[in-house]
């Protein structure tokens, strides 16, 4: 056991099956309890048999764990907790409290905020927290934190094709709340397209990886975003998925297989800049990000 006097850090992330027989257990606590239709369990088998079975996101969630551990020594301890796959939210926070942790800082891997998303899991992990009686502070987003905007930025300097930046998509009605999430990628964009010396006409917006569901989600899509570009006379697109921090299904199969079919059909030549991972950069950007919220 850790000294008393440690931090915890409870780093969350989305999670992902172990395997392909997990796919349905899944897919069922991410539709809260209901299980999914044979079919759209099958779709999404399909999905991670086009990657290899299985997604890298906890093996890659767990380096990045071990490097912010690293960067911020001894006087903190890592945790980590996914929102739909073991170890859970709650099961990070059980651990680090069994640690003898006083107090807890969590911090979701996805840079932009939205009650929707960020704001599900610091809810969840502050249930969690109080019930295991103990102290807790949530980093709500980073997605202006310099470290990261030089990360990206590095993908894309010197390059001379149109950049769409991506992100996952929420439903619309997130619109209606103010919910800063459109607004906060936009002002990453920026920045990002600034640092790598883009002209605004030269980068866009898009949204990816909608759920399958009937009300309307954010858009334009990829998709859609796509052709409009080709109409537009572009040939060359680099995608930099600025939503994501790893690689993972929405990742690999969303973009470097979807999204890169579509563009070969309609002409266009079509890269990605790669996803940060366990880069020490992010890393030690994120154990900043936790030193300035505790």
């Not at 309890?33 to 997604?55: M, N, Q």
């Not at 099961?91 to 599900?120: K, N, T």
């Not at 019930?131 to 949530?138: C, L, Q, Y």
């Not at 800063?180 to 898009?206: C, F, M, N, T, V």
Request: aromatic share 6%; with cysteine; proline share 6%.
């Amino acid at each position: 056991m850790r000294s008393r006097a440690a931090t915890g850090v409870l780093l969350m992330a989305y999670g992902t099956p172990a395997t392909l027989d997990d796919v349905e257990a899944y897919y069922t606590h991410i539709r809260g309890g209901r299980t999914p239709a044979p079919e759209l369990v099958a779709d999404l088998r399909r999905r991670y048999e086009a990657i290899g079975g299985t997604s890298p996101l906890l093996d890659i969630t767990r380096a990045q764990a071990s490097g912010i551990q690293q960067a911020l020594g001894d006087s903190f301890v890592v945790e980590l907790g996914m929102k739909h796959a073991p170890p859970f939210i709650e099961d990070g926070v059980g651990a680090l409290a069994r640690q003898g942790v006083r107090d807890i800082a969590a911090v979701v891997l996805a840079p932009h905020y939205s009650a929707l998303s960020v704001g599900q899991y610091l809810e969840r992990a502050r249930a969690a927290a109080q019930t295991a009686g103990v102290d807790f502070v949530g980093v709500e987003h980073w997605h202006l934190d310099p470290g990261f905007l030089e990360l990206l930025s590095d993908g894309l300097r010197g390059t001379a094709a149109h950049v769409l930046f991506t992100a996952h998509s929420l439903p619309a009605r997130i619109l209606e709340t103010g919910d800063p999430y459109p607004d906060q990628l936009r002002e990453s964009a920026e920045a990002i397209a600034k640092l790598a010396g883009i002209d605004d006409d030269h980068w866009s917006l898009a949204w990816q990886s909608a759920g399958k569901t009937p009300e309307p989600w954010l858009g334009p899509s990829v998709f859609e975003a796509l052709p409009d570009l080709a109409a537009r006379g572009v040939t060359d697109v680099v995608m930099c998925p600025q939503g994501f921090v790893a690689d993972h299904l929405e990742v690999l199969y969303d973009l470097d297989i979807e999204a890169k079919a579509l563009a070969e059909k309609i002409g266009i030549s079509i890269a990605r800049t790669p996803s940060p991972n366990a880069d020490p950069r992010l890393c030690s950007a994120l154990a900043e990000v936790i030193r300035a919220r505790v």
